[in-house]
């Protein structure tokens, strides 16, 4: 966390990805800071498809750990979307585009199985949204879900509420 004061006004806001910073003075003087990338807020993307029930289910427990982290919330459709955003996502988009451009931020990317599988999910992800989650450099934690039409062999099957609790403890272990 940050506190500094630029321009005699008060700044206690977070520095998302700033390794150099000037700052301009009236009166010709100059301050350089240095931030650490230790110091930067991990952007967590959520991606969900039709009601948007486990990623709620996956906001819902990051925020209720207090995480410090950037919630990007991104549905194949508005209602996937709405749940998203009410569960506590910092912002959200819907659709194809947002799925592929903010793949490319994330650090990491959570959501079911099925978000790396073009045509799942009753069709709602599309190639090149699972080109995208696939080819994104984010580590992926991803929910078994054998509705999908994916079986992962030797993964138990268990409750989604236990498979998201094991997937936010995977993150908080990541990001420790």
Do not use: W
Not at 34 to 63: C, P, T, W, Y
Not at 157 to 168: D, F, L
């Amino acid at each position: 966390m940050l506190n500094s004061y630029v321009s005699g006004r008060g700044y206690a806001g977070r520095m998302l990805a700033c390794s150099h910073a000037y700052y301009l003075y009236p009166g010709s003087v100059t301050i350089f800071l240095h931030f650490r990338n230790e110091a930067v807020m991990k952007n967590i993307l959520v991606i969900d498809a039709q009601g948007g029930g486990m990623g709620k289910q996956l906001i819902s427990e990051i925020r209720k750990r207090q995480l410090d982290v950037h919630i990007t919330a991104v549905g194949t459709n508005s209602a996937a979307t709405a749940q998203l955003i009410k569960a506590g996502a910092d912002c959200g988009a819907t659709g194809e585009n947002p799925v592929i451009v903010n793949s490319k931020n994330a650090d990491y990317i959570l959501g079911p199985i099925g978000i790396i599988a073009a045509d799942s999910m009753l069709g709602e992800i599309t190639p090149k949204m699972s080109k995208a989650v696939g080819k994104s450099s984010a580590k992926k934690i991803l929910i078994p879900v054998n509705s999908c039409g994916i079986y992962v062999a030797g993964v138990a099957n268990q409750s989604v509420k236990i498979n998201i609790e094991n997937a936010v403890d995977h993150l908080e272990k990541e990001l420790t």
